[in-house]
């Protein structure tokens, strides 16, 4: 009698175990309604912002130049960063270069396109400067050039001194001699007189 219970109770677990290997198993212990909830942690991104006075973050970018740029390397210098989603903005960007160099300050061209395709559009454009590729959107989300909900980044402009510190922090873009006067200004500004 005992044979024919511990038999009985053998042949009810494999049955069981059986049923249970037919059936589909979700996907890491979830349930299907629960594995089709997109998790909102996949895409988080970097995001910041600067302020005037704060260091500017330190950032590594690939120019179209070939090389690799770090922010931390051109101190020393008076830089003009300008962001921008679409290339195209900097075509007209050509003589605001000279004018800033005539200043004694470097501009600093960021794009989210690869490395490549901005080398073709400076040779293209002939611009006499190179555009730094942020590919990945990070450096411009450091920032707070670039737009989560589109995944896009923004246009703006970050003037910074030969320390490191932001001096000017602008949102959106401006006519090319509006950002030559914007920098003649804040050099003025911080730049201690005789």
């Known amino acids: 009698m005992r044979n024919l219970f ?17 059936r589909p198993r979700p996907a890491s212990g979830h349930s299907r309604a629960e ?11 970097v995001t910041g912002h600067v302020l005037v006075g704060d260091s500017a973050p330190d950032f590594e970018l690939t120019s179209s130049a070939g090389g690799d740029v770090w922010l931390s390397r051109l101190r020393g210098d008076w830089l003009v960063l300008c962001f921008a989603d679409d ?33 073709t559009f400076v040779m293209r454009q002939a611009l006499p400067f190179e555009i730094l590729s942020d590919a990945t959107g990070e450096v411009s989300a450091m920032y707070g050039f670039y737009d989560p909900v589109t995944l896009t980044g923004r ?25 030559v006067e914007l920098t003649r200004y804040t050099l003025a500004a911080f730049t201690p007189g005789p």
């Open 87 to 119: 290339r195209q903005e900097f075509a007209e960007l050509g003589p605001m270069d000279h004018e800033l160099e005539r200043m004694g300050v470097r501009m600093v061209a960021i794009c989210g396109d690869k490395p490549q395709t901005l080398r």
């Open 35 to 45: 594995a089709a909830v997109p998790d909102p942690f996949s895409r988080s991104r």
């Open 155 to 179: 246009t703006g402009i970050v003037i910074v001194d030969r320390r490191g510190i932001v001096r000017l922090a602008l949102q959106g873009g401006a006519p090319a001699e509006q950002v």
């Open 6 to 22: 511990l038999l009985c109770v053998a042949l009810s677990l494999a049955c069981t175990a059986a049923g249970a290997q037919d």
